[in-house]
């Protein structure tokens, strides 16, 4: 290896390290999502509005009458699927989900997708580590969510079976923190 690449290796494994031992990613003050920067002052609502990827999760929530729980003190560890996840749900689930007749189930189907609690990327998966390679955590619904590592790469198994991956991690936020995913996590039936 030439010496810069060598160099640059130990630099970017340095700095890996550091990243670790604090818990944080400091290139991550405020991450880019959906378009948006999330601001680390802001509250897990006042950042969504701002990202065009969450648009029928804040409408999902406001339909709910979560908000202002979610602008609350908290903390809270908030997996948040984006727009592409809740149109690969069968035709019509988002639709009737919103209908005020299924508010109970909507907010069943929201809070399935809350922790109580702030839980960083680091903490998340030396869990799944210590616990041997599945963890597994109650969340605000009541039903369970099941994390493994597949590479560097943290999936989240539901009570349905389904499995979502965490694509933008560590978006911290004044009252808990929000993970990304790819897939909307549903409770067992």
Known sequence: MKLSTTLRV???SAMLSMTALSGAVFAQDSPMVGGAAMMADKDIIDNAV???????????V???GLVET??????FTV???????????????????????NKDQLVGVLTYHVIAGKIAAADLVKAIQDAGGTYTAATVQGGELSFMLDGDMVKITDGAGGVATVTIADVMQSNGVIHVIDKVLLPAS
């Open 50 to 60: 701002n990202s065009a990827d969450h648009t029928t999760l804040v409408a999902a």
């Open 62 to 64: 406001q339909a709910a």
């Open 70 to 75: 979610l602008k609350g003190a908290g903390p």
């Open 10 to 12: 130990l630099g970017v």
């Open 79 to 101: 997996f948040a699927p984006v727009n592409a996840a809740f149109e690969a749900l069968p035709a019509g689930t988002v639709d009737t989900l919103l209908m005020p007749e």
